[in-house]
């Protein structure tokens, strides 16, 4: 079945891998009755485990049962290695397959010797572009396999990804001047999103694999949600919530948006009816989309076709095809319009300029079809898919230039839809700071808006360009870590508390800890700040103009850290939860997820005005609603405290001033 964007290799450690732990490793404690004394316990965390087996197998939309049910044991026993590498493996194949790494590294350092353990926690490492980290582990299993090789061919990749590790530090020292803004929670979710199509008429159209797909089915073979094509129109707000298109586009199986045509009346797409999965196009009329019609024999074959595009002028078609005869899995041919046939000709491979023996995808092709973009998984990538640029010249392609950091990542990058003048468009990328799995992203080429200092030019709703004259705030600042002035490479997440379309994330400078952002003026913004090994930070900023220095001090995961929640809210003298709360909520269980090894305590705080509701009776049910969200999120009960302190513990004593007593307002988490 045909997936669009292949995630992860997908990485299962079976029962017979395991072994006996050594003598000396004393840390790795075992599920048995001789380290769990609670027999009740032990049948629970057993019961767990296999009840997360079976789930973590299935994957897709299964994978949040299995992650939960593996907390279930970790909760009684944290540091049985065995399971801490089920949990990567199982984080590795989920939405979000950085936050594999603590669990990885933990796995490590409770048993070094754990087979492919290396391997693994190296791509869980490169992931996180931590590239010197990465090639010692991939060097440390490369090692192991040069005694005995692994049956997986996946596994004896040490090379290429130690390469790709060395690329990865050479793009990223040396980074391009292209912006990349994720286009926002009104088009992004949790799932995959991409192949990003705009009409010319104010409407994305894309694929995703959600819930209300017109067949409403799971796919079987991947126990994911089948592939739609959505649509989603642009106003004064931002993209409106997309709707699966109606009509002929969708039927009850896989259909994925491939390409559009620049008048936005004809679309190819993709659909797996038959041969692995061939493509189609489709005509517009008004509204209405005509029943898609498989291309020519020239272009679909027995083997499976995934994506195409027609150059600009007509006279090439583009296309992705796994057909025998090629250099790798998936190969670029290209077929010319044969004018006395009116049909797409004999398909040529476009050769080992282009095509590696590894997989191409998502091929584009603006103007005349001598210039193409493309996904590659060779050549010189970073890790995953990245996104390369060719050009044809009397009949010789030019070697694939790797766009760059930051529009490619350690992950998946792939299906780049450039506007007329190239100076912008999108593409779909699994990366820190998204949503889950593949999202959409913007990218503003160099030449259109161009910031010094590595700023981060950001604009209202969801990744549109700014007007030229539009007023801007600089925000400036320094992450600092355990001590003071040693940088931290942190993510930093803005969203506008007046315009919740707009959101934007980006990266300190790992080497310095600074960072700039360009943001609009005239609008508040909560801002939060996430690092491994420690808590997540909040801020808030409210509508300022000029610049704004804001230096943060990131507080270590260890017992008695605390940090205040500043944009968790609440409706005045209530304990109901403010609208604008969610994004922040979100924010802390997500941290949760990441580190599976943490409790904290919710801590309700009020200042002494006296309101319809007693001072501490209001502080405790206002701890107890966040325990609440969390636990219908996915957070285990027990690793989560309420408490209420009333106004006891103030941040501005014998407070008089409105601003002060909203200091002491606050919602506070602390590690127990």
Not at 380 to 403: I, Q
Not at 502 to 524: C, Q
């Amino acid at each position: 079945m045909f997936s669009r964007a292949t995630l992860f290799v997908f990485l299962i450690i079976s029962a017979s891998w395991l072994h006996a732990q050594p003598l000396d490793q004393v840390r790795d404690i075992p599920f048995d009755k001789f380290h769990i004394t609670d027999a009740a316990q032990l049948k629970q965390a057993m019961a767990a485990i296999k009840r997360a087996d079976a789930w973590a197998l299935k994957g897709g939309v299964d994978h949040a049962a299995a992650m939960a049910a593996y907390q279930e044991a970790y909760a009684i026993n944290p540091d049985n290695a065995e399971l801490n590498l089920k949990m990567g493996i199982c984080l590795l194949n989920g939405p979000n397959p950085f936050t594999a790494l603590a669990n990885l590294k933990r796995a490590s350092e409770l048993d070094p010797y754990l087979p492919r353990i290396h391997f693994l926690l190296g791509y869980a490492l490169q992931l996180n572009a931590k590239w010197d980290e990465a090639i010692a582990e991939f060097q440390r299993h490369g090692e192991v396999i040069r005694r005995t090789p692994d049956p997986d061919r996946t596994y004896n990749m040490v090379d290429k990804h130690i390469t790709e590790c060395n690329n990865g530090k050479s793009y990223m020292n040396a980074p391009t001047e292209a912006q990349v803004t994720n286009v926002g929670s009104s088009i992004n979710t949790e799932g995959s999103e991409y192949g990003a199509l705009l009409d010319g008429k104010g409407s994305m159209f894309f694929t995703s694999r959600r819930a209300n797909s017109t067949g409403g089915k799971i796919n079987k073979v991947n126990n994911s949600w089948f592939e739609d094509i959505y649509q989603s129109r642009w106003h004064a707000n931002g993209w409106s919530t997309p709707e699966p298109v109606p009509g002929a586009l969708n039927g009850p199986r896989n259909d994925a948006t491939v390409s559009m045509r620049a008048d936005g009346n004809s679309m190819i797409l993709y659909r797996d009816e038959k041969n692995g999965g061939d493509l189609y196009v489709s005509e517009r009329s008004g509204d209405s989309w005509s029943a898609p019609v498989p291309l020519p024999p020239s272009v679909n074959s027995s083997a499976q076709e995934s994506s195409a595009w027609r150059s600009g002028d007509g006279h090439w078609l583009y296309f992705v095809s796994s057909r025998e005869g090629g250099l790798g899995g998936s190969d670029i041919y290209r077929s010319p319009w044969d004018e006395s046939s009116g049909d797409w000709g004999a398909a040529e491979n476009l050769g080992p300029d282009i095509n590696t023996s590894y997989d191409e995808e998502g091929v584009f092709a603006p103007g005349d079809g001598s210039t193409i973009y493309f996904a590659s998984q060779g050549h010189t990538s970073m890790g995953g898919y990245d996104l390369f640029k060719s050009t044809c010249s009397n009949g010789r392609w030019s070697k694939p230039e790797n766009m760059g950091w930051p529009i490619n990542s350690p992950g998946d990058d792939q299906f780049l839809v450039l506007n007329g003048d190239g100076t912008s468009g999108y593409f779909n990328s699994v990366r820190q700071g998204g949503m889950g799995e593949d999202d959409i992203y913007r990218v503003d080429l160099p030449g259109q808006a161009r910031v010094q200092e590595s700023a981060m030019l950001v604009s209202a709703a969801g990744g549109v360009p700014m007007a030229p004259d539009e007023a801007l705030v600089r925000l400036i600042g320094f992450i600092k870590g355990l001590k003071m002035m040693v940088p931290v490479d942190a993510t930093i997440e803005l969203m506008s508390l007046q315009e919740p379309a707009f959101n934007a994330t980006f990266k300190t400078d790992p080497a310095t800890g600074k960072y700039t952002a360009m943001v609009p003026a005239g609008t508040g913004y909560s801002v939060r700040v996430n690092a491994d090994g420690y808590l997540l930070h909040s801020e808030r900023v409210e509508e300022v103009e000029g610049e704004v220095r804001m230096d943060m001090d990131m507080k270590p995961i260890t017992k008695g850290s605390a940090e205040i929640m500043r944009n968790i809210l609440f409706e005045p003298s209530s304990y109901r939860l403010d609208a604008s709360s969610a994004a922040e909520l979100e924010s802390l269980a997500e941290f949760l997820k990441a580190n599976p090894g943490v409790r904290i305590e919710v801590g309700g705080h009020t200042d002494t005005d006296v309101g319809s509701i007693p001072n501490q009776e209001l502080s405790e049910a206002r701890a107890q609603v966040v325990v609440n969200w969390l636990v219908e999120h996915g957070i285990l009960p027990d690793r989560l405290e309420a408490r209420g302190y009333g106004p006891t513990v103030p941040v501005v004593p014998n407070a008089k001033k409105d601003e002060d007593k909203a200091l002491n307002r606050r919602t506070e988490i602390r590690v127990l």
